[in-house]
């Protein structure tokens, strides 16, 4: 066992590690119940030999130490998604051909049916943070396969991205140098951890940095507020979602409660977002809150993080900012040629942080990668004077009508602007006429007509194809990241 990550936690010793459930524990005391999780594992073994273990934790200590007790022993982690129903966490299962499932308090009773339908063994975590046998542990080869993370699945299965030690790492120590993380760090865990945001942008940070993470299991807004109220923040990460439910408790609250609030934020030295697109009209009301332009980044299962707004200099709303020290980028065609600047084109990737292989899925994983070794990320972006633009996700955000690539996203800002549209979704359907017409679905808190919204953008967005069909609606259906599932909207029209 050699790897960066355990290595520097054994450096940090008694200093406090995680907050978990009004309980604090130390590097040490994370360490120790690693190994007592690993040697349980093992039994006797000398390396489980990338053998894969998944576990259904909540985010906690418990959490944390239930997958480094499975690098430790050499095991391939598979977190599970709390809010996946059984048939997903079947197809995971079943998928990575997992050898054990782990199961944390209260999902004992969930889980119990995989048992007979995967034939796996199902064992709660208690057995082995109670064991008290200690072994010899293997020596880990940074090259070794560490985790396997399934996409959502947008146009068709899940597929389980795999992950080195070697590139977590490098995922890892990108973000430390490019946000400054630092040992006196203390930051607030509000995610899910099935997903690189929590995983390795929260939690995996701070740990490395000899720094504090504190988990919140689930959002709630005003414990959100009152650990950032309590001065013991110095960063905080979440999706546009939890902005937008955190500036509502703000609103709701007394003048001077407000004000106390919006001090209490403003000393916080980083604030990101991230996991889905940031609404301008959201960036603005919380710099107007908390005095922060949050930082905006760009990354996705299979490369970490890959572009980032500076951690100091300008933040341009709306963008993205440039590559990550590591990072190689380029923008290209149908045909794969450069674009030219100011043109719109798909996300290409190169570097070490960047993915192994989808999981027992050579054809996918040889589709996802150029000749010349370029991931396709299937997001379209344009490099506006300094900065990249992420116009969408080209099988979702970008609408082909009437010979015309049109961005969802940068119809979606505009509508946002509009007095009574508190958000939107905007997408494609099928129509043989036009290819696809653009539809929008409004989430509005007064009286607005279609006639009317379609006249707006038609002043903001001159050149666009206008959407030919709007529906109301009370709520947009999201995922667990709290990001809009544009799938669901479709099936509304």
Not at 73 to 79: D, K, M, R, S, T
Not at 97 to 121: H, M, N, R, V, W
Not at 403 to 410: R, T
Request: proline residues 5%.
């Amino acid at each position: 066992m050699h790897l960066g990550l355990f290595e520097r936690a054994r450096g940090f010793g008694d200093r406090m590690a995680l907050v978990s459930e009004g309980t604090s524990y130390s590097y040490a005391a994370l360490l120790d119940a690693s190994e007592k999780i690993a040697t349980s594992l093992l039994n006797g073994r000398e390396d489980l030999k990338e053998a894969r273990i998944a576990f259904l934790v909540a985010p906690s200590f418990a959490y944390t130490a239930t997958q480094w007790g499975i690098w430790m022993a050499g095991g391939v982690a598979v977190p599970l998604c709390e809010l996946h129903p059984i048939p997903s966490v079947e197809y995971v299962l079943n998928d990575t051909q997992a050898e054990l499932l782990i199961t944390g308090p209260g999902y004992e009773d969930f889980l119990s049916p995989l048992a007979s339908k995967c034939k796996i063994p199902i064992r709660p975590l208690s057995e082995f943070l109670n064991t008290e046998t200690a072994g010899v542990l293997p020596t880990l080869d940074p090259e070794r396969r560490a985790m396997i993370l399934y996409t959502s699945g947008t146009t068709s299965k899940p597929k389980g991205v795999v992950s080195t030690h070697k590139i977590i790492e490098c995922q890892i120590t990108t973000l430390i140098r490019a946000w400054a993380w630092e040992k006196e760090d203390y930051i607030l865990n509000v995610l899910p951890l099935h997903h690189v945001h929590g995983i390795i942008n929260v939690m995996s940070c701070a740990l490395w940095s000899g720094a504090c993470c504190e988990f919140l299991p689930e959002f709630d807004a005003a414990r959100v507020w009152e650990a950032i109220k309590s001065g013991r923040l110095t960063l905080f990460m979440a999706v546009p979602t939890i902005y937008f439910k955190l500036i509502a408790f703000w609103k709701d609250q007394a003048k001077n409660e407000r004000e106390l609030l919006s001090k209490a934020a403003s000393q916080l030295r980083l604030m990101v977002s991230g996991s889905a697109a940031l609404p301008v009209s959201v960036l603005e009301q919380w710099k107007v809150i908390s005095d922060h332009v949050l930082l905006e980044r760009y990354g996705m299962t299979e490369i970490g993080m890959g572009l980032s707004n500076p951690y100091q200099g300008e933040r341009k709303p709306g963008h993205v900012g440039l590559p990550l020290p590591g990072v190689q980028l380029r923008l290209v065609d149908e045909n794969e040629e450069e674009v030219a600047v100011g043109r719109q084109g798909e996300i290409q990737v190169k570097g070490p942080c960047v993915f192994r292989e989808y999981w027992r899925n050579e054809k996918a994983t040889q589709e996802a990668f150029t000749e010349d070794g370029w991931f396709r990320t299937g997001d379209m972006a344009v490099w506006n004077e300094d900065s990249y633009q992420i116009l969408g996700r080209s099988s979702v955000d970008i609408i082909k009508s009437g010979g015309y690539k049109i961005s969802a996203l940068e119809i979606e800002e505009v509508l946002r602007k509009h007095p009574v549209v508190l958000d939107c979704a905007v997408v494609g359907i099928p129509n043989e006429e036009w290819g696809e017409l653009v539809a929008a679905a409004i989430v509005s808190e007064g009286d607005v007509s279609t006639e009317e919204l379609q006249g707006y953008l038609k002043t903001f967005l001159p050149g666009y194809k206008i959407p030919r069909k709007i529906s109301f609606v009370k709520e947009l259906p999201r995922n667990v990241m709290g990001k809009v599932s544009k799938a669901e909207v479709k099936k509304s029209f």
